[in-house]
């Protein structure tokens, strides 16, 4: 089966680092992405890892770990417009375009 | 920046109706994909197309859904016979060239609701 967990809810400070951890098991594995989503928007892309190691890009970060089966987004100096929900999408195979979705991380940024 | 596009933003439909959701892509892609997400739930995959044929779809993606380029720039989803159940938010995306590793944009989504 293809399975992708990520906590449900996040709260943290303006300013602070927060890290949302994803763990998935599926059939397959030729990528793993972030998405951003806004309530009741659409989402947008923020990262894509294939290869184990971190990739940085500005205040957000990406992590993989293939042989766990993990990835975590980084989030730094958060701002209140940070608040949203970051979807974990995977692909499960090569030979596929289909992305599959956890249930998404809500993250709340306060003042 | 180029965008994925959606219309309408909103569509309201009795059981039963016939509805066509539409979708104008980013305009030198060549992969296009339908999403749904029922509210509170996750986004689940429905179906890819390429080269005026479709390259993948999911168990969702039963006799009851087609997709459609009809001409150039318009990519549309139909559902034939609405159910209660497909209400949703409904998101088209496209990517340049075949995921993965290339992004998949998203468009601003057309919410159906079935009453």
């Known amino acids: 089966g293809q399975n992708i967990d990520q906590p449900t809810e996040m709260t943290a400070t303006e300013g602070a680092i927060v890290q949302i951890n994803c763990t998935y098991q599926?059939?397959?594995?030729?990528?793993l992405f972030w998405y951003q989503q806004h309530a009741g928007e659409a989402p947008t892309f923020l990262s894509y890892?294939?290869?184990?190691g971190l990739e940085e890009k500005g205040r957000f970060s990406s992590f993989l770990s293939r042989s766990k089966g993990y990835s975590y987004l980084l989030l730094k100096e958060l701002q209140m417009k940070d608040s949203a929900s970051y979807l974990c999408?995977?692909?499960?195979?090569?030979?596929?375009?289909?992305?599959?979705f956890g249930t998404g991380t809500r993250l709340q940024v306060f003042p | 920046e180029p965008e994925v596009t959606q219309t309408p933003s909103h569509q309201v439909t009795q059981m039963g109706q016939e509805v066509i959701l539409r979708c104008v892509p980013i305009?030198?892609?060549?992969?296009f994909y339908w999403y749904r997400q029922i509210l509170g739930q996750k986004v689940e995959f429905l179906v890819s197309?390429?080269?005026?044929?479709?390259?993948?779809k999911s168990e969702i993606f039963d006799d009851q859904f087609s997709v459609e380029r009809p001409d150039g720039s318009n990519f549309t989803l139909k559902i034939r016979s609405t159910k209660l159940e497909d209400s949703a938010m409904y998101f088209c995306?496209?990517?340049?060239?075949?995921?993965?590793?290339?992004?998949?944009?998203f468009g601003p989504g057309t919410r159906l609701t079935v009453t």
């Open positions: 599926t059939s397959g594995f030729n990528g």
């Open positions: 999408a995977v692909s499960p195979s090569y030979n596929t375009d289909k992305l599959i």
């Open positions: 305009s030198n892609h060549l992969y």
């Open positions: 995306a496209s990517s340049e060239v075949e995921a993965p590793g290339d992004e998949q944009y």
């Open positions: 197309f390429y080269n005026n044929e479709i390259s993948e």
């Open positions: 890892n294939v290869l184990d």
